[in-house]
């Protein structure tokens, strides 16, 4: 059977022991076939193989990602990205220099930024104010756990005197019981991303894992869709051919296979069914529907959960205070029961492993309804 294609005169790491290094290889089917000397190939070739000339270059297996938001990921790609950047001076030029590029812009949302990017200095509204005082501006951590937003920004939200928040979600509040400019986890900043145009849809798999509550129009689906197209040209461009999700819903899947089913063979992935602390057992009935997505290309296997926040944030839970702080972050699981009360700044608080068992066994019986 001819080979559907070929890559020639290539530098190949095959990391097999037996074979380390090729010059050529042959692809049938979706799968490898063979890999060996450009003469050996060469001879697999049929009048209908693509033939490809890698110059040279480096050819390896494609890289499998462990950890992805694909659908904000790709948003995020047309945003201003602060990765890098750690002096105010920095920072307020590129942030301004962003503002008169995308004036129509309901907020201006910046991305990648490191915890200190004014220099060590706090990140409050003032300091972003100094910034930007006359239109909504946010930015957003690079780990995604954090936002600092300008007080244009707080007011358009609605956040700017406080707001209640679910367990593990905060706005930050200073003494004269206005908000500080620092939203800690999704819940917090979900109302300053529903003023961005896609209105936080590609953040819905990460802080809630349920579908948009008003059905997107076909131009809203449209741009979502090519969104993630973007994603995953972006991911093959970097040699990624598979991606595990870190987020979902059935909206992304139903997006993902739409893509698929247009021809867009570019990346195989997976996407969870995401559950909340706060979400009743019988939600993980939503596994059987996205269970259906069970293909080579597309597939969802899992549920994803929170135990607790981040470091950098001071939201991950802790056994000891955070240096100058009394606080040991905060648990998103429910703690298990003690024989004895302890101390609540001791590590008593682990995440129950009954409740965890639970929750894994109800959506078994899920994927089998």
């Known amino acids: 059977m001819a080979a559907d294609l070929?890559?020639?005169n290539g530098h190949l790491k095959t990391f097999d022991p037996a074979r380390p290094r090729a010059t050529a290889l042959a692809i049938t089917d979706g799968r490898i076939t063979a890999v060996g000397d450009e003469s050996d190939i060469r001879a697999l070739a049929g009048s209908d193989t693509r033939m490809i000339d890698a110059q040279g270059g480096t050819v390896l297996p494609g890289f499998i990602e462990s950890h992805i938001h694909l659908f904000s990921g790709a948003v995020e790609l047309d945003l201003l990205n602060l990765a890098g950047i750690s002096r105010t001076n920095d920072a307020a030029r590129l942030i301004r220099q962003r503002a008169e590029t995308d004036a129509d812009a309901q907020i201006l949302l910046a991305v990648g930024a490191e915890y200190g990017l004014l220099g060590g200095a706090p990140i409050t509204?003032?300091?972003?104010?100094?910034?930007?005082?006359?239109?909504?501006?946010?930015?957003?951590?690079a780990d995604h756990h954090t936002v600092w937003a300008n007080t244009p920004a707080l007011t358009l939200a609605g956040l700017?005197?406080?707001?209640?928040?679910?367990?593990?979600?905060?706005?930050e509040m200073a003494d004269d019981g206005?908000?500080?400019?620092?939203?800690?986890?999704?819940?917090?900043?979900?109302?300053?991303?529903?003023?961005m145009p896609t209105g936080g849809r590609e953040y819905l798999g990460l802080t809630t894992g349920r579908d948009p509550d008003t059905a997107p129009d076909a131009a809203a689906r449209a741009n979502d869709k090519a969104a993630i197209l973007?994603?995953?040209n972006h991911l093959a461009e970097n040699g990624i051919t598979s991606f595990h999700n870190m987020d979902?819903?059935?909206?992304q899947l139903q997006l993902l296979q739409e893509l698929l089913d247009e021809g867009h063979f570019i990346a195989r992935g997976e996407v969870p069914m995401h559950m909340l602390n706060t979400d009743p057992l019988d939600r993980l009935a939503e596994t059987a529907e996205m269970g259906r997505y069970n293909s080579e290309w597309l597939w969802s296997r899992r549920v994803k959960l929170f135990?607790?926040?981040?470091?950098?944030?001071?939201?991950?839970?802790?056994c000891e205070p955070y240096p100058g702080s009394d606080a040991i972050g905060q648990q998103i699981l429910s703690p298990r029961s003690h024989e004895r009360a302890g101390d609540p700044r001791r590590c008593d608080g682990a995440p129950s492993l009954s409740t965890l068992r639970r929750?894994?066994?109800?959506?078994?019986?899920?994927?089998?309804?």
Not at 160 to 171: E, I, R
Not at 248 to 251: K, P, Q, R, V
Not at 359 to 369: M, N, V
């Open 248 to 251: 979902g819903n059935l909206y």
């Open 125 to 141: 509204r003032h300091a972003l104010d100094e910034i930007l005082p006359d239109r909504p501006m946010a930015v957003m951590a």
């Open 178 to 195: 206005t908000a500080t400019g620092a939203l800690f986890e999704f819940p917090a900043f979900m109302p300053l991303l529903a003023h």
């Open 359 to 369: 929750l894994w066994r109800s959506a078994a019986s899920a994927r089998c309804l």
């Open 6 to 8: 070929i890559i020639l």
């Open 230 to 232: 973007r994603g995953l």
């Open 160 to 171: 700017l005197h406080g707001a209640g928040m679910p367990q593990g979600a905060t706005v």
């Open 307 to 318: 135990a607790d926040g981040v470091l950098d944030s001071g939201t991950a839970l802790m």
